[in-house]
């Protein structure tokens, strides 16, 4: 099965290149093209790609727009988006309206391959870290985190108390062979109890749980968890 990939991106020479890279992959395939983020949104629900490689900063609709519109839809497409270093502000915001994840517009074809498989396979290809890095930054986006004040979610009530053992330790950006290291289980095990984690918590992947963290309270910018 060939990963189905639709490229969002107002510049059309951008987009070539990408295709010319993808292009000599055996297992992904480009279904279409699209210069904006309204036709980004149409042509994800018209072609039913796997993954969106979705630019930030684009005419008519913004990429963060579009992400919100992709996800709202109930559409199974992952977003990956696409940004530089002076735009993680833009970032920040794409990972709450749902995106799997970002890279930089400038990261090597390699690490760009790894990270479209990574996010087709239900990964998200932001490190925990770097997430946790994002957040922080820009805690001034959740003010109620921020003062402790957050809502409790209901949804928290699901979980088994090896569940929020492990949900503590992603957040703190661990790996799973790390997580089972350190709870002296196996790899498959804490797999399995992050699936479970993520089915209860109605979250994508482990991005969306390290945003939702922040979100419900669970941690605090600046927090060591």
């Given at each position: ?7 969002v991106d ?8 990408f295709?010319m890279?993808f292009?000599?992959?055996p297992d ?12 980004g949104?149409?042509m ?8 969106v490689?979705m630019?930030?900063r ?11 519109r ?6 199974p ?6 940004t530089t270093?002076n735009?993680?502000?833009y970032?920040?915001?794409?990972l ?9 517009k ?5 690490d ?10 239900g ?6 870290q770097?997430?946790r890095r ?5 805690a001034?986006?959740l ?7 957050s809502?409790a979610d209901?949804?928290?009530d699901q979980?088994?108390d090896r569940e929020?053992e492990v949900?503590a330790?992603v957040?703190?950006g661990?790996?799973?062979g790390?997580?089972?290291e350190?709870l002296t289980?196996s790899?498959?095990t ?9 089915t209860?918590?109605q ?7 390290v ?7 669970i941690?605090?910018?600046?927090q060591?968890?």
């Amino acid at each position: 099965m060939k990963i189905r990939l639709l490229l969002v991106d107002d510049q059309p020479m951008l987009r070539l290149g990408f295709r010319m890279v993808f292009e000599t992959q055996p297992d992904l395939e480009v279904v279409g093209e699209a210069g904006d983020g309204a036709q980004g949104v149409a042509m994800t629900g018209a072609l039913r790609p796997d993954v969106v490689l979705m630019d930030v900063r684009m005419p008519v609709m913004d990429g963060i727009e579009a992400t919100r519109r992709i996800v709202g839809s109930g559409s199974p497409a992952r977003v990956l988006l696409l940004t530089t270093f002076n735009l993680d502000e833009y970032v920040f915001s794409g990972l709450r309206a749902g995106a799997s994840g970002f890279l930089l517009k400038e990261v090597p074809p390699p690490d760009l391959l790894t990270g479209i498989r990574a996010v087709a396979s239900g990964d998200a290809v932001v490190a925990p870290q770097v997430t946790r890095r994002l957040i922080d930054a820009f805690a001034q986006h959740l003010p109620d985190s921020a003062t402790g004040c957050s809502p409790a979610d209901e949804r928290l009530d699901q979980l088994t108390d090896r569940e929020r053992e492990v949900l503590a330790e992603v957040v703190r950006g661990h790996s799973n062979g790390e997580i089972a290291e350190a709870l002296t289980v196996s790899e498959a095990t804490v797999k399995t109890h992050v699936g479970r984690i993520l089915t209860k918590l109605q979250l994508r992947d482990r991005v969306q749980l390290v945003v939702y963290a922040y979100e419900t309270g669970i941690v605090r910018p600046g927090q060591d968890t």
